[in-house]
Each structure stands twice: as C-alpha cells, then as structure tokens.
C-alpha cells in the first residue's frame, strides 16, 4: 500500500492559488479545472489525516464559486457546523498545513477564528451560521466591519429551531444577507421530517425532473436586468408550479434549486444576486455529499466521517481493537434491556450511528426517534413520553446536550420526570477538539435537584449503568461515557441495577485515598501501582454517583487517610465541587484534613489524541502519582513534569 502523503495529486491550477484573490484572475474555464483539483487535493488531504471527507467534496464547486464571486475576507463567509471546511481552507492560504488536519498543533477541523481572518466565525456546531450572518450584516449596515455576509447552511441543520428563529428575524430586519442552502438530503444520518419532505418536493414535481434544464433556463434570465429581484424570482417558481414560498414567508427572495455542482449554473446566479440583492436572499443548491469519489458517494453516510484511508480503495486504516466502543456496549445493553420492557424507547437528534441507536433502531424501529438537528426538542420530547408512562433514552453527546440544558431544567428537573440521559462522548475526545469535548456536563447536571448522575468506569460497569437507569424511575437520571474502545474488562451476560448512590473500593491502602469518577480509574490504578511499589500504596475507590454521593464511603476515606483526591473527566465545579462542599459541611477541614480535586483545567484545550489532551491536562498516571506525592510532602524527583 502507497504512502498517500508522498504521492500527491497533479494539481496545475490549484498550484497558482494561495489565496482567494487568486481566483479573479481565472477563467471560467481555468475554475472548473480549479475545482477538480481542489476535489483531488481534499481527498488526498484526509486520507493522510482522516476527518470528515464528504461534506467538503460536496461543496468543492461552491467553494469556488463564493471565493470567485465574493471578496473574502472582507465579505464574511460562514460555514455552518464546519465540517465542509476542508476546501475553503486549502484555498485561504493553508494548503501547505492541510495535511495536519485534526492533529495536535495542527489546523483545527473546523473553522476557527485565531486561525485565519478567512474564518470570520467559529463553528462546530449547526444552525448558528444564519444568526451569525444576520450580526455580521448589521454590524456593517451601523458602521463596523464591512462587506456582505453569506452564510452556508446544510438542508439537515435547516431543521434546527435557531435557523429559522434568525431567518424570521433576518426577514423583518430586510437586511441584504445571503444565505446558501445547501442541500444534499443528508445531514450526518438521512435526513428526518417535515422540512426534509418539504425540500424534496421543491425538485420532485414533473415541472422539476430536468433540473439542469431547469437551472440553466433560470440562469439565462439572470443577466438581463432584474426589475425588483425578488418579485422575478418568485414569479418564474409560481410558474414552474414550485417555490420557496416556506422562505418567501420568512421574507427571504429565494432563488433555486440549482444545481451547485455546476459551475456554469453556480458563477452566474451568485454573480447576479451579489450585484442585485437589496434584502435577504436564498439560494437553493443541490449538491451530493461525497461527489467526485465513489467510496465515499457509495458509502450509507457519503463519507462523512473517516480515519485515515487507502485514496484508490477507500479502505479505512483503523487499528484493531479487542475491546468494544463504549457507544456499541450502551447500544447492545439497552437493546438487551428493551427485549424484557416494551416501554423502552430511545431518542436521538440527528445522530443514530454516533450514538449506538441505528443498532437499536434495527430492532426496535417503530421505538426509536431520530428528531433531526434540535436538541431542545429532544429533551422535551423525551420529557413528554415519561410523563406519559414510556421509558425514554435520551442519547445525546455531552457537547450537544449543551443545546439542551434549559429543557433539562424545566421539562426535566422541575417536574421530576424519569428520562434517561445516556451521554456520550463524555470527557476529551481528541481530534475534533474543544468545540466537542464533554466538559460540563457532571457540572451542569449534579447541581439540579433530583437528578441522579453516574459516570462509567469502564464498558461493565456501563451496561450496569444502563439496568441501573430502566430500573430508576423516581427522577432523571444521567450516565455519561466516553468515545473509543473500552478497557477489555470481563462483560457481563446481563447488566445489574446498582445500588443509588453507592461507590465502590478497588483496593485498600493507607494514608492517601484516590476518589475517581469516570474512565480516569485506569489511570489512578496505575499510578496507585506505582506509589505502591514506593512503599505508598493508596486506597483508590471508584464514585460511580457524582450525585448523590456516596456520603458513607467518602467519609470513611477522610476518617481513616491523611489526604484525598479525586480525580474526574470534568470541569470545576463537578464531583470534586460537590465532595468538598460535603466534607466543609461535616467540618472534616477544622482537623487540617488535606483535599485536593483533580478536574480539567480552566482553559479549552486544543485538538489532538485523547492521550495527549489528558496529558496537558495533567491528569494521566505519572501526573496523579506526583499530585500524591506532592501532597504527601515527598519531593518529586525524576518525574516526567506535564508528562
């Protein structure tokens, strides 16, 4: 097998572009062989670094088109979640760094303002690009940054609530804003529900079964000079018995479909609605995520996410495990769980395969419920069916059940309904940096009251957790853990209910006792290993329950050590917040008793492997034997520092 970073593509034109201004000096024709080169390059980029191959194939001819029409960066180009990126920033000035995509001290896999001022807005998570827009072009109409604003939204983040709460307000501002709809009919998963309906309608009507035909008609009409632009495009869709009138109503011009892998359609609109526009417009593109590489457009999710692959076969290079991904171990539980409980049934926004539930849905597809892009809704919607007597998981990762948190407040919490927040992703999760990391969530959930959190420590003790939440039904109740394999611990046939509230010990040791919450245990006990080969040996125990605590074992840890530490995959203000508020409420402090809390630090770290995040965090095992150590009072000498 080749070494696909010592054989690049052949890209002649893509070769004479640094950066977008580049591209005023081409031809139309001298564009098209751009944009094959920009394809080559992108797939021979992600091969090298794995990343999210499909999206950005599918806007490589739109990319050229907006950097061709638009004068970036002064007009402000926002991508919507991001991941369709990749192009864009091969062409603004870091091709020569593509291939440190998603690695540390690399390019970020998203677009990240400290980056580039090609990057006018961060992104990473969907349907913010519209308000984001909306700010930018107001900012300009009041006497800030000029330029137009274009944002780039996919059909699948279409559906989220935020989209339309900014095109309803962009409509009444009328302010002269551009919004790119792109529309693959996929957002991760295939995408669901009325708005998805709604769009394939627009092209699916007799009028519309020719849409190159159709799109190049329009396109004839567009250099002649448009009399009140938008009453043009909205009479030729009244008579092509289609139209945007969903976004007409929203006070949007809306012009499309097109097709957006056609850059004779594609340069011609965009120039004639830069030009024209006075209000806000939309302009529909079809495109096809993975276009121009045929594993990736043959593949159920068009190549959306890859790890490093072979170019001419599309094999991925993925390194074989023998313990199974926390995801597959939560999916298989439940399943188990839901063949003895008709009333299981498991929700997620937009992401069945991310999170185990395509796995469920095969079984039980009449009991599972992908929403789409709204997590909010999710939330309430999975509070709805508790009250109404199912059993309902949330499967959401940490990052996204951000999105969520007043609806687990007040749908939730408040009224003290049983859903069940399965939480992956929890902790650092590597490439995709700190835009998804699940930092917060121990924070934000064990302050409310009546909701039980737990944290795996490894995969058994996760389909525990999983029979502790079907059995649970006086609350919410959350259990959180993290992406990748687990630690190739003897499985159980059948999770158990645990105990509420009830932690566990690992092993007895004396002076120091190590309190860990989560995946970090692997860690404490190799560290505890190596204090016990100094002559130090630790008690280690594992919380299981952030909250409620485990007041008994706590403690009894403080009663019979010197020190304790806890150690957790969160930020302050988690389980060690709530362990010391414990321990100054029962005055273990007034003896000179020593505490310390080991938790990621106040800062948002950077991509690259979880191992190497956690290490600059300083919470692997050389870093909690020397926090021991230093507590103890003994000199740390020949340890590896941040290490």
Not at 155 to 177: H, I, Q, V, Y
Not at 252 to 275: C, E, M, N, W
Not at 331 to 341: P, T
Request: charge should be negative; hydrophobic fraction near 40%.
């Amino acid at each position: 097998m080749s070494d696909q970073s010592q054989h690049r593509p052949h890209t002649p034109v893509l070769d004479r572009v640094t950066l977008p201004s580049d591209l005023k000096g081409l031809s139309d024709r001298e564009l098209h062989q751009l944009a094959d080169d920009l394809r080559a390059e992108t797939i021979s980029a992600v091969s090298v670094t794995g990343g999210h191959l499909g999206a950005g194939l599918g806007v490589v001819e739109l990319t050229v088109a907006l950097h061709a029409v638009f004068d970036t960066p002064r007009d402000k180009l926002i991508w919507d979640v991001g991941h369709q990126c990749y192009p864009h920033k091969i062409l603004t000035g870091r091709r020569d760094r593509i291939r440190t995509l998603r690695t540390e001290g690399g390019l970020s896999g998203f677009t990240k303002r400290s980056e580039s001022p090609y990057d006018p807005f961060g992104a990473a998570h969907s349907s913010t690009s519209i308000s984001a827009a909306l700010g930018f072009a107001t900012a300009a109409d009041l006497g800030g940054d000029p330029g137009d604003a274009i944002a780039v939204i996919g059909d699948g983040a279409m559906s989220a609530g935020m989209a339309f709460e900014a095109m309803n307000n962009a409509g009444a501002m009328k302010t002269r804003l551009f919004v790119i709809l792109n529309d693959n009919e996929m957002s991760i998963a295939p995408p669901v529900g009325a708005l998805s309906s709604y769009l394939s309608k627009l092209y699916a009507e007799a009028p519309m079964q020719d849409l190159k035909q159709v799109a190049k008609g329009f396109v004839g009409l567009l250099p002649e000079p448009l009399q009140e632009g938008a009453r043009r495009a909205k009479d030729m869709l009244k008579g092509m018995a289609v139209g945007g009138t969903l976004f007409e109503s929203l006070g949007f011009s809306y012009v499309g479909p097109i097709d957006g892998h056609d850059l004779d359609q594609l340069l011609p609109v965009l120039r004639t609605v830069k030009a024209r526009a006075t209000g806000p417009m939309l302009i529909h593109v079809l495109t096809k995520k993975g276009k121009g590489y045929g594993p990736a457009e043959n593949s159920a999710d068009r190549g959306h996410a890859r790890a490093k692959f072979d170019v001419v076969t599309g094999e991925q290079k993925k390194t074989p495990s023998n313990a199974p991904s926390y995801t597959k171990v939560f999916a298989e539980s439940l399943i188990q769980e839901a063949e003895r409980d008709d009333k299981i049934v498991a929700v997620t926004a937009a992401m069945p395969d991310g999170t185990g539930l395509d796995l469920f849905a095969k079984r039980f597809p009449r009991r599972t419920f992908d929403v789409g892009i709204a997590e909010q809704h999710a939330v309430t919607f999975s509070a709805g069916m508790a009250a109404g007597g199912l059993k309902p998981f949330c499967a959401l990762y940490s990052t996204f059940l951000q999105r969520g948190y007043d609806q687990v407040v007040h749908d939730v919490a408040i009224q003290r309904l049983p859903v069940r927040f399965a939480i992956d992703r929890a902790g650092l999760v590597g490439a995709d940096g700190a835009t998804h990391a699940g930092s917060f969530d121990v924070a934000f959930l064990a302050n409310l009251p009546g909701m039980v959190v737990m944290a795996a420590a490894d995969e058994a003790e996760l389909r525990h957790m999983v029979a502790t939440a079907v059995a649970h039904d006086d609350g919410p109740i959350a259990f959180r853990f993290p992406r990748g394999e687990g630690c190739g611990v003897e499985m159980p046939a059948r999770g158990t209910p645990l105990e509420i509230g009830k932690g566990r010990v690992m092993r007895e040791g004396a002076r120091v006792a190590l309190l860990s919450f989560g995946t970090r245990l692997s860690e404490v006990l190799k560290a505890a290993e190596s204090l016990a080969q100094r002559g130090m040996a630790p008690t280690v125990a594992d919380a299981r329950f952030a909250k409620p605590l485990d007041r008994e074992l706590i403690l009894r840890l403080a009663r019979e050590h010197e020190a304790l530490i806890c150690i957790e995959e969160g930020a302050v203000g988690g389980f060690g917040s709530h362990v010391a508020q414990l321990l100054a409420d029962e005055g273990v402090f007034d003896r000179g008793f020593k505490f310390r809390s080991m938790v990621l630090p106040d800062t948002f770290i950077d991509h690259a492997t979880p191992e190497a995040m956690y290490r600059s965090a300083g919470m692997d095992a050389p870093q909690i034997e020397a926090k021991v150590l230093e507590v103890l009072g003994v000199p740390v000498v020949g340890m590896r520092a941040g290490a």
